[in-house]
């Protein structure tokens, strides 16, 4: 006899936008506006994220490599 797990339901984009504080939700319509007309909340919160993640040094860009030095790693000796 299978056994199945009960598992959390999968939390949507829609409804994590839903969630956000009315300031949040604000900002990210100013975002979605700056970046791209037509652009959903859902796709202005990913690209956000996305954005801030690559700018943190916590996500890898797609080329795999080669991203630099982080911003608190620059100074005037690396400044070529």
Same mark, same amino acid.
Request: net charge neutral.
């Given at each position: 006899? #299978?056994?199945?797990? #009960? ?5 949507? &984009?829609? =409804? ?18 700056? /970046? @791209?007309? @037509?652009? %959903?909340? /859902?796709?202005? &919160?990913?690209?956000?994220?996305? *954005?801030?993640?690559?700018?943190? +040094?916590?996500? #890898? *860009?797609? /080329? @795999? +490599? +080669?991203? +630099?030095?982080?911003? /608190?790693?620059? =100074?005037? %000796?690396?400044?070529?």
């Amino acid at each position: 006899m #299978k056994q199945f797990t #009960k598992t959390a339901p999968r939390a949507s &984009l829609a =409804n994590l936008t839903r969630a956000l504080p009315n300031d949040i939700v604000a900002a990210l319509d100013r975002f979605s506006a700056m /970046e @791209g007309a @037509g652009m %959903t909340r /859902e796709q202005a &919160l990913l690209t956000a994220l996305r *954005t801030w993640a690559l700018s943190r +040094g916590l996500l #890898k *860009t797609e /080329e @795999g +490599g +080669g991203e +630099g030095l982080r911003p /608190e790693q620059l =100074n005037a %000796t690396n400044d070529d």
